[in-house]
């Protein structure tokens, strides 16, 4: 089975625990063995496949719990939290997250759409924040022929791009394909609403910017971003630069740094919004816990 010959991939190259990056542009491969609690983290948009135990993500409290009979799907940036409270030395999490670039997902979802008529699908349609999609066939061989490139560094540089596309093919047509197209197809405002605000984070976007930037009015963005993230822009903003500032403290940084970075003029507001969301001061929570979450 695919499934196996990927395990095997992934247990060559990381045989303890950590991340692996490899050859290939946004493919890393990873193995924990201690349980991770859910700490804040920032989703760009990402495929992430499981081959051994089970990862989590929650996103306004809803849990998302994923394994190796189901993969994930994160078609645009969001602040989740995330983890894998159940890894273990005997049941280690195994796992392959892959980057998917916008570029190449708008391009085939178009694409796809055009050759579908699907371009002309009801309007309204809201973008899925995050996907749970079966392993299929086509991903399942999609993946593994993208990792057999591991081996020949020749093979990678000539057929990597090639070989991502179709991984990014066989998500499109897959459970998850639904969630991608919105996302990143005909009518995929909010996902580049969200694109507009990420590349600001440390600056004051008000939310009749994003609007705008879409060509939204702001009572229709409004409601058309809850549909898609399950959280009003505001409530997004906020944790964006929250989630975020949590990653930096959990890397090293000051709680200051932290705060500078992602927009906060008063330590002591961002402080307060900080212990409002996770229930804990900065500094407190920094002392309680200091595991990275780039690859949670």
């Not at 045989?15 to 989703?43: D, M, Q, S, W």
């Not at 309204?124 to 993946?143: E, K, N, S």
């Not at 740094?257 to 330590?267: K, L, N, P, Q």
């Amino acid at each position: 089975m695919s499934k196996d010959r990927i395990r095997r991939i992934i247990e060559g190259r990381l045989p303890e625990a950590g991340l692996f990056e490899t050859g290939l542009k946004g493919v890393r491969l990873f193995r924990v063995t201690e349980p991770v609690p859910c700490v804040p983290a920032v989703y760009e948009p990402t495929v992430v496949a499981i081959v051994s135990g089970a990862k989590e993500a929650v996103l306004d409290g809803e849990h998302h719990v994923y394994d190796s009979s189901r993969y994930m799907l994160c078609p645009m940036t969001l602040p989740v939290e995330a983890g894998a409270p159940r890894a273990s030395k005997d049941d280690p999490l195994l796992g392959v997250m892959i980057t998917l670039e916008t570029r190449v997902m708008r391009a085939l979802a178009i694409e796809m759409e055009t050759a579908a008529g699907a371009s002309r699908r009801a309007e309204g349609a809201p973008a899925q924040a995050l996907a749970v999609a079966r392993w299929d066939a086509g991903f399942g061989q999609a993946l593994l022929q993208l990792l057999e490139l591991l081996d020949d560094p020749v093979d990678g540089a000539v057929l990597g791009a090639g070989r991502l596309r179709e991984l990014c093919y066989a998500v499109l047509k897959g459970e998850a394909g639904a969630a991608a197209r919105r996302a990143f197809g005909v009518g995929n405002e909010i996902a580049r609403a969200i694109e507009y605000l990420s590349a600001r984070l440390n600056a004051q976007v008000a939310i009749d910017d994003m609007a705008s930037h879409v060509g939204m009015s702001r009572a229709v963005f409004h409601r058309r971003f809850k549909e898609a993230t399950t959280m009003s822009p505001i409530q997004f903003v906020k944790a964006m630069r929250l989630n975020n500032a949590a990653m930096r403290i959990a890397e090293g940084k000051t709680v200051n740094e932290a705060a500078w970075d992602v927009g906060y003029a008063s330590a002591s507001q961002f402080s307060r919004e900080f212990k409002r969301l996770y229930g804990q001061s900065p500094r407190d929570w920094s002392r309680g816990l200091r595991t990275p979450a780039r690859f949670m």
